[in-house]
């Protein structure tokens, strides 16, 4: 009896010993996707990076194989690409899809912008402005990164009052195939930083009035300038 308990024992020993091992490989390989992933949406991996298994391994403490499935489940979402004679790259960025995202992210916004107008709180509105000003500060020390991170939480304090929770979730989900371009776009467009600080003022205004359907129509027309502004700058270098 004592040696069939020991053996029982020894057995759940091993199964715990075994569920333990292949949940830390679980985690091991979920961690080192969410490393990878979220470099590559805030831009600091750049488009065309290379991305070396090897070294990726060393610098996160892991063996090559996490980084390799995180890297292929990467490929499959469409963020890195696989080249011979070149390994792994971060995908580039193609300028005709970057517009429709931006076309998609104007009108998306747009709608939660207005929406979210009715819902805001004076203490909001008062962060805005706050958020506002430093933007201005921020331009004036010529910190495009610094701006860009500001303009995003701008919107992002708008935005979170808006109450269709499907409208959000379509509105993030393409917030982040742009943000590991977006985050360097004031550098590349110095011009924007500018029209951005006076166009956000009259945003303001518009939603201190409570008129809906002029907030959607500005706040959509605002983000579409910058994609005018990109088509500008691309027609004066061809």
């Not at 998306?108 to 933007?135: C, K, Q, V």
């Not at 010529?142 to 919107?155: A, C, Q, W, Y």
């Amino acid at each position: 009896m004592r040696e069939s308990l020991r053996r029982g024992e020894e057995r759940l020993a091993r199964r715990v010993a075994t569920a333990g091992a292949t949940l830390a490989g679980v985690n091991k390989q979920e961690r080192t996707y969410t490393i990878l992933r979220d470099r590559i949406h805030s831009g600091a991996f750049g488009p065309k990076a290379r991305l070396n298994i090897d070294a990726l391994a060393r610098e996160l403490g892991v063996s090559a194989i996490p980084v390799r499935e995180a890297l292929r489940r990467l490929e499959a979402e469409g963020w890195v690409l696989f080249q011979p004679n070149v390994g792994a790259i971060v995908a580039p960025v193609d300028a005709t899809t970057w517009e429709q995202e931006m076309v998609a992210v104007a009108i998306l916004e747009g709608a939660a912008t207005a929406d979210a107008s009715a819902h805001l709180r004076p203490l909001d509105l008062a962060r805005l402005r706050e958020i506002a000003a430093e933007m201005e500060s921020v331009a004036a020390e010529g910190d495009p990164i610094r701006f860009s991170t500001l303009n995003r939480r701008l919107h992002a304090t708008i935005v979170a009052r808006c109450a269709n929770a499907y409208l959000l979730e379509l509105l993030e989900q393409t917030n982040q195939r742009l943000d590991r371009i977006r985050g360097t776009m004031f550098s590349y467009l110095p011009e924007r930083s500018k029209a951005a600080l006076g166009e956000h003022a009259r945003l303001i205004e518009l939603l201190e009035s409570g008129d809906q359907a002029a907030v959607e129509q500005y706040a959509r027309w605002h983000k579409l300038q910058t994609v005018e502004a990109y088509r500008a700058a691309r027609e004066r270098q061809s």
